[in-house]
Nanobody
Framework: QVQLVESGGGLVQAGGSLRLSCAAS????????MGWFRQAPGKEREFVAA????????YYADSVKGRSTISRDNAKNTVYLQMNSLKPEDTAVYYC??????????????????WGKGTLVTVSS
């Protein structure tokens, strides 16, 4: 069992930056690929980024590639999402996710084993 708690969301102006954190409980954190997803009002949940259990492999959605960096600290049971050059279209609830089976490129909504409750990111224009 893995429990995930996100933090770091908030209101930011376009062009600004935020760092989201996801604290995980459970001694098996280091065996899971971790991901970030987001869901904007009226839209489906979509993939943002994922990182392998080791941290050596990452994968990003085209919409955030070059503007975001996912990282993890297995000693702290924490995964991060650094987001830069934020745009109003980045406004969404951001969810942390754990996938015990797939490498980052194949982490999808339907492959996730555990979800956090989300943190709201609002980007004003």
């Amino acid at each position: 069992q893995v429990q995930l708690v996100e933090s770091g969301g908030g209101l930011v102006q376009a062009g600004g930056s935020l760092r989201l954190s996801c604290a995980a409980s459970g001694r098996t954190f280091g065996t899971y690929a971790m991901g970030w997803f987001r869901q904007a009002p009226g839209k489906e949940r979509e993939f943002v980024a994922a990182i392998s259990w080791s941290g050596y492999s990452t994968y990003y959605a085209d919409s955030v590639k070059g503007r975001s960096t996912i990282s993890r600290d297995n000693a702290k049971n924490t995964v991060y999402l650094q987001m830069n050059s934020l745009k109003p279209e980045d406004t969404a609830v951001y969810y942390c996710a754990a996938d015990g089976t797939n490498p980052p490129r194949y982490v999808k909504v339907h492959t996730v084993d555990y979800w956090g409750k989300g943190t709201l990111v609002t980007v004003s224009s």
